[in-house]
């Protein structure tokens, strides 16, 4: 049966960079059907909802999406979104490719992040002029799950070792928040134990420390949700850029690929994004959907194209994203 994939471009060059990441996956003879769906700051212009109910239940009910960015608009798109598909795992690799100038060239990390809870569950309130709160939320029952990922995650050899037995070290700081970080701590440090899985562990200060200063020694790191949003962009600004970062919610049946950066208002409608991280996001999706091999010749085509060229203005290079985009197909 024909996989189907909804695909939203939605505003600045999420226009330019989608269609890129579309011509990719439309390289293989695969059967996908594509669904183009609305959402984003045009939209919202146009029928006054960011995401119209008819994109969210296109999202829910396909077998992934691709989306682009949004504007103004996207927390109002991408935390429905990321519900749409019932997302319970950030999947945000950072790899910094040869041929792209990255302030530390070792890095090759995977944070796999809690994406349901923590301190973004939405419970704040202002109880007065002078006092707001934020209640911080973590169940055994999302940390396993998180977990199990995780171990599934390394023991198919999709960490960046490519090693069955590469393990993960787990990010918290259960020696402060002892109930929630602990609870979490805890949970995902026994769901290894089950797994034969190897766990180290790093308090979440110290290891921002110690991945700018030596990248080397992480591969697949577990955090809670704040944690994965904050380190998962330091370790963007080693790999050198926005441009070259995608990113997976995964969830139970269903699950959303999307470039980490944004609309980039001061370049878009000129045709000379980036496709790269929306090309990724399109290899995480061949994965997704069990074509491992496919996703993987996405990659080395990607690889190839950063170190040879041509390049965007991005990397220093004069190139359109057609001409890098074909370049990227041409490898394939
Ligand atoms: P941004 O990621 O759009 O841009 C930051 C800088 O990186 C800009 O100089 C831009 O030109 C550059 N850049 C980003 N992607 C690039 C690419 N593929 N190729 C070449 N250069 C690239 O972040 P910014 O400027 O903070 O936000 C712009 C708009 O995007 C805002 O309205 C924001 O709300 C939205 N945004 C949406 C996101 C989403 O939909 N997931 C995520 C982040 C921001
Ligand atoms: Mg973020």
Redesign the pocket.
């Known amino acids: 049966m024909a996989a189907e994939i909804v695909v939203i471009e ?5 226009k ?2 989608v269609p890129a990441a579309v011509e990719v996956l439309e390289a293989f003879d695969s059967d996908f059907e594509f669904v183009e769906a609305d959402a ?2 045009a939209t919202k212009a146009a029928t006054g909802e960011a995401l119209p109910a008819e994109t969210f239940e296109a999202a829910a009910s396909a077998d992934a999406t691709l ?9 109002d ?2 935390l429905p979104l990321r519900e749409a598909v019932e997302s319970f795992v950030n999947v945000r690799p950072a790899t910094a490719y040869p041929g792209v100038d990255a302030l530390r060239p070792e890095t090759d990390v995977v944070f796999l992040r809690e994406n349901t809870e923590g301190v973004y569950s939405g419970h704040e309130d202002r109880l007065s002029d002078d006092l707001s709160t934020l209640t911080r939320v973590v169940t055994s029952s999302a940390s396993r799950e998180l977990a199990e990922f995780a171990c599934e995650f390394v023991a198919d050899g999709r960490g960046p070792n490519g090693d069955a037995d590469e393990g993960f070290t787990v990010v918290h700081k259960a020696n402060v928040m002892r109930e929630t970080d602990g609870r979490f701590r805890e949970e995902v440090l026994s769901v290894a134990d089950e797994h034969d899985v190897d766990a180290d562990e790093e308090l979440m200060d110290a290891f921002a420390t110690k991945l700018p200063l030596d990248p080397g020694q992480y591969g697949v790191v577990v955090c809670p949700n704040l944690a994965g949003d904050v380190l998962s962009d330091l370790a963007a600004g080693l790999v050198g ?4 970062l995608p990113s997976a919610n995964i969830g139970h049946d269903n699950a959303l690929f ?11 409608g000129e045709g ?7 090309v990724l996001s399109a290899a995480l999706l061949l994965e997704y959907l069990g074509h491992v091999e496919e996703g993987q010749r996405v990659r080395d085509a990607v690889t190839g194209v950063l170190s040879d060229g041509p390049r ?4 220093g290079g004069e190139a359109t ?1 057609d001409e890098v985009t074909a370049a990227i197909v041409d490898r394939l």
């Open positions: 939605g505003d600045g060059i999420g330019e960079v984003g700051d989306f682009g960015a949004a504007g103004e608009t996207a927390a798109v991408i850029g926005l441009g070259l999307e470039p980490v950066h944004g609309t980039a208002p001061d370049i878009a000379i994004a980036n496709p790269t991280a929306a965007t203005g991005d990397l994203t």
